[in-house]
């Protein structure tokens, strides 16, 4: 039901708007366009791509922002609010939170020297966020097994090979020690100069440090390429999740493909990002669009 052209006629301009406001937020700061890439993938895995993770607690609930995953973690909700005020102010009521944060995850990628892709567009915004679901475990967890990781990503229709392109999104952005302080300790398939370099800011002792950061990629953390797959192949993944997806198992093979060629990369990386952007989308009578991303109407 969603198409490419949802706006063509109602607000021809959100595509340059969007795009004005992400590339002045991360000429600004760059991580935070790995942030917006990853506020939509975990829109879209809690009660599908709504604009749910964007609703603040309210005195009668609370929202997804305090969930597990996405606690002190998740990032870049006021790139979103200063995109949706322009929007808002070019085309009032037309175009929901959901279908900004999927072309604000877009141009994250593009400006960051990824693909571009034609984004499908009509999603309607919830008007409820779901903290219980988005501590489900529906959201995959770092310390995942590569199986675990494969049954996260099928429950939600897409592919193990969906699951390893994807992965490749943590091309960009950062982790908290929190988050890798079991690899860099207690894994084996980790390149030892590799782990005691991230263990210098990231003491072992739970409690100390947990907030500190590293880059996913050691390489190029601010560029989209297919670095994460090179580093994998070199036992230099930061998350046992990433080092889980080459490691004697069955994605070796497309993590060793991506690793030599960035343009398959691309494609599949694409393609799996317009499969994820499908998933379970509100649309004709059902939802709103929201006037702030914030709260319902
Ligand atoms: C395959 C399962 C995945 C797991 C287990 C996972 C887990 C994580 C974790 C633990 C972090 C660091 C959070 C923190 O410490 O604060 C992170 C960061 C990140 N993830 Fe994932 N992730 C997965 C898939 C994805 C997907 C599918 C995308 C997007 C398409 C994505 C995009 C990102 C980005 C861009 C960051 C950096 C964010 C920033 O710097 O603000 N991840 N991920
Ligand atoms: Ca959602
Ligand atoms: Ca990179």
Request: hydrophobic share 35%; aromatic share 6%.
């Amino acid at each position: 039901q969603l198409s490419k052209n949802f706006y063509s006629k109602s607000c021809p301009k959100v595509f340059d708007t969007v795009k004005s406001v992400v590339r002045s937020a991360i000429s600004k700061e760059r991580r935070l366009g790995a942030s917006l890439l990853r506020l939509h993938f975990h829109d879209c895995f809690v009660k599908g791509c709504d604009g749910s993770i964007l609703l603040d607690d309210t005195s009668s609930s609370r929202g997804e922002k305090t969930a597990g995953p996405n606690n002190n973690s998740v990032r870049g909700f006021e790139v979103i609010d200063a995109i949706k005020s322009k929007v808002e102010a070019a085309c009032p009521g037309v175009v929901s939170c959901a279908d900004i944060l999927t072309i604000a995850a877009r141009d994250s990628v593009v400006i960051l020297g990824g693909p571009f892709w034609d984004v499908k567009l009509g999603r309607r915004d919830s008007k409820t966020a779901s903290l219980s679901a988005a501590n489900s475990g529906v959201i995959p967890s770092p310390s995942s097994t590569l199986s675990s990781l494969i049954s996260t990503f099928q429950a939600q229709g897409l592919s193990a090979k969906d699951m390893v392109a994807l992965s490749g999104a943590h091309t960009l952005g950062k982790a908290r020690c929190i988050s890798f302080r079991d690899s860099i300790y207690n894994d084996s398939n980790i390149d030892s100069s590799f782990a005691k370099a991230k263990q210098r800011n990231c003491p072992r002792i739970t409690g100390l440090g947990d907030n500190n950061l590293a880059v996913l990629d050691f390489k190029t953390p601010e560029k989209f390429d297919n670095n994460y797959y090179k580093n994998l192949i070199n036992k230099k993944g930061l998350l046992h999740s990433d080092q889980v997806l080459f490691n004697g198992g069955s994605t070796d093979s497309l993590v060793r493909r991506y690793s030599q060629n960035d343009k398959t990369f691309d494609s599949d990386f694409v393609a799996a990002m317009i499969k994820m952007g499908d998933i379970n989308p509100l649309t004709g009578s059902k939802g709103q669009i929201r006037k702030n991303c914030r709260r319902a109407n």
